[in-house]
């Protein structure tokens, strides 16, 4: 009898072992992701406020700014053409109306300067000048003393004033973000710079600190520390997507969970439909401008197909959902927000966008006022995790290749961005670049930060609560204080989430990785046993 040839033999080992490595590469993609290596974005380090006179003393009791004011920070001054108006209101079930009749935009000058080389003062040469229109923003802290503002800049022609402020992405689309509701003034910060290091631009915005002078009557007075913030808006340098065509039937796309609103176009989505989720979608990007009946429904209907797989109890159909989200980007938004206790995300200022012919991302994330033990109602567990409970995430975690890829991106995490020693850091340089800026602002706000005798529409209270009979007042004011609870909430809660990710996937319903296929069992089977056994047979 003819014997097979050694080389054929030889071959079919190799053909093998290649078939089995790739069989095990499939089988567990999870091993397979990036180092975690940071990406610092545009954040610079945070230099230290080594100022040795007193913070308060070219801030006169009515607030009025005298000459000699000079801060380590950038300073932003707004002119504003008359009041800024009270253009919405809120029903009592959070839905967010727009009075018809009132325009709410006004028109106004800002000037920005900065002296990266020293400190800066209000009369400086500006490094940034700008005709704007101007509005206050929030939902919750549209009732606060301390106003925040967007802004949209434009040239003396009235086209759009596109520019690059302070190192930010080009736009002309601002946020000024001073909420009462953070006394520490660094949830935001410390939240939107770690997120920066690990997803970029497309997972957070760019924020820079400064401080806001109101211009008026020839005056100045001061309005209190703020980070001038990039607006969520599509862009090469914010979110990264296409630019919708002017005669087309499909876009990339920016959407928004969060309240029903007229201010935006509401979809009818799945989710929506059957009952998922309470909070709607809202369309971002495109603008009111360039979108057409035609897109919005090619929007609706897009997303609408992720919602209608993902709450799917029919394996073949949930399994499909990897085909259209970017699995490592809902788990980075996951882990992100939960690490810090953001809880709001997920229902509210919850972003999405989606370029064209790509699958569908979730981020930037968005506003950490309530995050890290600040929510008003309730202390917040640091023993046990919540945003597996949220719209979309609460499908997710039912899949046990999801949990897989949770739990070993978080090891990656805690070795780089999520690192304690790290988030100490930044917490150290900020605190010591705040050092004076703070105070002012405590001063300036001193009945809102200080003085909570009863609750106020005007601040943001912190409720109490009962253990034994025995009242905990949760309101401190104490600047140390608040920076000490950020630093043990985060400390506390950080050590559990490892353990919690593990209880999750104990509780999974589904296993979409490609080894829970019986298909690939049956032929890694064969592939283990036997082609050794053919190439045994050929021997004899």
Request: a negative charge; charged letters at 25%.
């Amino acid at each position: 009898m003819r014997r097979r040839s050694p080389n054929r033999r030889i071959l079919l080992l190799i053909l093998w072992i290649l078939a089995c490595a790739l069989l095990f590469i499939l089988s567990f993609p999870r091993f397979f992701t990036d180092n975690g290596i940071l990406n610092p974005g545009s954040y610079k380090t945070l230099e230290k406020d080594s100022s040795a006179e007193n913070p308060l003393k070219y801030v006169g009791t009515d607030f009025s700014v005298k000459r000699g004011f000079h801060t380590n920070l950038p300073i932003v001054i707004l002119e504003i053409d008359g009041e800024l108006p009270e253009y919405k209101y809120f029903t009592d079930n959070g839905i967010e109306i727009s009075d018809k009749d009132i325009e709410p935009y006004t028109f106004g000058k800002m000037t920005v300067i900065y002296n990266e080389n020293g400190e800066s003062t209000p009369f400086d040469t500006p490094i940034y000048e700008s005709g704007i229109k101007i509005k206050k923003r929030g939902h919750t802290s549209m009732a606060f003393d301390k106003p925040q503002y967007k802004i949209k800049t434009f040239l003396p022609d009235g086209t759009n004033n596109d520019a690059s402020i302070l190192g930010m992405g080009e736009g002309n689309d601002w946020i000024l973000n001073g909420s009462l509701a953070d006394k520490s003034l660094i949830r935001n910060y410390l939240a939107y710079r770690i997120c920066s290091e690990v997803g970029g631009n497309d997972l957070s915005p760019d924020v820079r600190y400064c401080e806001v002078l109101l211009k008026s009557d020839g005056g100045l007075k001061y309005n209190g520390v703020y980070l001038l913030s990039e607006s969520i808006d599509a862009g090469p340098e914010r979110v990264n997507i296409e630019k919708t065509g002017k005669k087309t039937d499909y876009t990339s796309y920016i959407i928004r969970r969060d309240r029903q609103t007229d201010f935006d176009v509401m979809l009818s989505t799945y989710g929506r439909l059957h009952g998922f989720s309470d909070q709607y979608i809202g369309i971002k990007y495109p603008g009111k401008t360039k979108l057409t009946e035609s897109l919005i429904r090619y929007i609706e209907k897009d997303y609408s197909i992720t919602e209608r797989i993902l709450y799917s109890d029919r394996l073949n159909e949930y399994r499909l959902y990897k085909k259209f989200i970017d699995t490592k980007s809902f788990a980075d938004y996951f882990l992100l927000n939960e690490f810090f206790g953001n809880y709001d995300a997920g229902e509210h200022s919850t972003y999405m966008y989606k370029d064209s012919g790509s699958k569908l991302c979730i981020g930037p994330v968005w506003d950490f006022d309530q995050a890290m033990n600040n929510n008003s109602l309730e202390e917040m567990d640091t023993d046990s995790i919540a945003f597996h409970t949220k719209p979309l995430f609460d499908r997710l975690v039912l899949d046990r290749e999801f949990i897989n890829i949770l739990k070993d991106r978080y090891v990656t995490l805690r070795k780089s961005a999520l690192n304690e020693e790290h988030i100490n850091d930044i917490i150290d340089e900020t605190v010591a670049c705040l050092r004076s800026a703070r105070k002012r602002e405590w001063y300036r706000y001193a009945a809102d930060y200080v003085h909570y005798d009863e609750p106020s529409p005007g601040n943001y209270y912190l409720q109490g609560y009962l253990i034994d009979g025995i009242e905990i007042d949760r309101m401190n004011d104490d600047y140390d204080q608040e920076i000490y609870n950020i630093r043990n909430y985060l400390h506390k809660h950080s050590l559990v989430i490892q353990e919690s990710l593990t209880e999750l996937y104990d509780s999974t319903r589904f296993d979409t990785s490609p080894g829970g296929y019986n298909v690939y069992f049956l032929i890694l089977l064969f592939a283990v046993f036997a082609v050794p056994s053919l190439v045994i047979n050929q021997r004899k």
